[in-house]
Structures are given as C-alpha cells and as structure tokens.
C-alpha cells in the first residue's frame, strides 16, 4: 500500500504511521483521512501487530488542525463529510485491539488534539501545545473534542479549552491528565518505541482486553463496568495465556506469550 500524506513503517510488533505535509504543520485534509483510514484498517489487520504509534513529520507539529485552506468556502455538506470521515478515523484508533501512542511531538491543536485524544497512551515532547482553537475560526470541534476532552480533563478545564480556543503546553496537558509523560523532544520517539515494545511483550489478550475494558468503561455505569472486567477477568482464565503467563513466573523465566 503506497500512500502521498502519510509515512508508514512496520517494525515486529510496531506500527508507526507519520502525518507527512510538514509545510503546512501536517493540517488533516481529506486526503490525509482517507489515507489514515486505510493505514489504520491495515494496521488493525497486520499479523503479529501489537501498538500502533502515531506522530507527525518534522519538529515543528504533530498535527496543526484540519486543513483551514480546504476547509475555507466549504459547505454543511462537505463539512458534514469531513466530521463524518474524522471520526471514522479517531474511532478506529479507539477501537483496534491494538494499543495506540500518540507521539506529540509540536503544536496539536484542533484535530490534532482531537486525534491524540483518540489515542490510548499520550507522550509529549516538552515543546507539544495542545488546544481547540476552532471557535477563534467560527467552528467547533468536529472530531470528537466536545466529547473526549471533558472525559479527559473534566468538564471545566475542557470549557476554558474548548470556549476559549487557547493554547496550551505540554506541562498543562500533564497537570491535567491528559498527557502520560513528557520527555524531551529528542527522545521523545524513542520513548515511544520502548513503551510500545514493551506493552508488545505483554500478555496480548490481556492488553487487549485491558484497552477494551478502559474504553468501554467509560461510558457505562460504574456497577456494570465493575461486573463486565470480573466476567472479562474469568473469560481471561479460558486460555492458555495465563497459564503461560504465571508459570513463568514462578520458573523465573520470561514468558513466551502467543500473538
Ligand atoms: N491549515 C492549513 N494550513 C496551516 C494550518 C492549518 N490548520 N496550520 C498551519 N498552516 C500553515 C500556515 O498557513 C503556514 O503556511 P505558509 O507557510 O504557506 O504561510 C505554515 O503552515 C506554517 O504555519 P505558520 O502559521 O506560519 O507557523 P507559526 O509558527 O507562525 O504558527 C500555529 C503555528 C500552529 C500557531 C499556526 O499555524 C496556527 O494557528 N495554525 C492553525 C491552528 C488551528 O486553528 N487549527 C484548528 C483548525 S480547525
């Protein structure tokens, strides 16, 4: 699969998929959407895949937004396309039985912050800015903010974000929960490796599992929540990954676990 706007390269277990239009701060276009929406489906579908790390080219931005030059003129139409597109592509990320990295390595604003919020695990290089600056445009979030970032951040901080349309470091996306880590800009892809290898040498059904559980949770009362991780724990025990899992630990050895 060959692809104009987006990079992507497999390394074993790991997926990275880099938003390539540097000259514009890798503004999300339609173009960059269905592209991302292929790779994502591939990556979901690649044998012997485990994480998925997603990142911006250049030093400057992860991702700076939609594309304001495409979007400017645009009808509710086309508009309702591009939403509609963005949030096929953030759901994805969401919803693969893959673990997810945002790698924020400059500006992530608009939908790019949309899209990090989309992801499972944020690190950030110590120059990321995040925010949702579309009312400053006349707009509103398109690609899930309303929703996300109030789940994120809760729902104050995620007004100022999202009613204001300020900027933000990486040192208050931290505060806030929304970032994991913060390194500095130079290891800040690497960090990412390591944690995606790492989660890749981990029981694959669990993460798997684990992510789901995360996610869904979420969004449904506490008490069923509570019920379906005890009734996903016990299903758990059905295969052989525990097994491996616990015998290796008491043979001191590493596990060898099945993707
Ligand atoms: N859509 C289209 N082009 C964009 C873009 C976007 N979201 N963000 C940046 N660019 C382009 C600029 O137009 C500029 O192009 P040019 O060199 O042809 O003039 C280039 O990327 C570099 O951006 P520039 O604004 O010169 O860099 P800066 O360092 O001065 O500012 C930002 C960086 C991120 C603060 C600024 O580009 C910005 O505010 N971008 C828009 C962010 C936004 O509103 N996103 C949400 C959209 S819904």
């Known amino acids: 699969m060959s692809f104009k706007t987006i990079i992507v390269e497999h390394d074993g277990p790991v997926t990275t998929i880099t938003v390539n239009r540097p000259d514009v701060l890798n503004a999300l276009n339609l173009d960059v959407l269905k592209e991302m929406k292929d790779a994502v489906w ?31 003129g645009k ?85 100022e974000w999202i009613l204001a349309g300020n900027t933000w470091k990486a040192e208050d996306a931290l505060r806030l929960g929304l970032v994991a880590r913060v390194c500095e800009p130079d290891a800040l892809m690497d960090e990412a490796v390591k944690l995606a290898r790492t989660i890749a040498s981990r029981g694959p059904k669990a993460v798997q599992a684990a992510k789901r559980l995360v996610h869904d949770g979420l969004s449904i009362p506490l008490d069923a929540a509570l019920r379906t991780e005890a009734s996903v724990f016990a299903n758990l025990f059905d295969s052989d990954e525990p097994r491996e899992g616990m015998k290796a630990f008491l043979e001191k050895r590493k596990p060898e676990f099945k993707i």
């Open 42 to 72: 591939a990556t979901w579908t690649r044998e012997g895949c485990m994480a998925l790390i997603l990142t911006g080219a250049g030093n400057k931005a992860f991702v700076a937004g939609a594309d304001i030059a495409q979007m400017q």
């Open 75 to 159: 009808g509710p139409a086309w508009a309702a396309q591009f939403a509609e597109l963005g949030h096929c592509v953030c759901g994805m990320l969401e919803k693969m039985p893959r673990v997810v990295i945002a790698a924020v390595n400059g500006f992530a604003l608009g939908g790019g912050t949309e899209l990090s919020l989309a992801c499972d695990i944020i690190l950030a290089g110590n120059r990321a800015v995040f925010g949702q600056p579309e009312v400053k445009l006349g707009i509103i979030p398109g690609f899930g903010g309303t929703a996300r970032l109030p789940r994120a951040i809760g729902r104050s901080a995620a007004m």
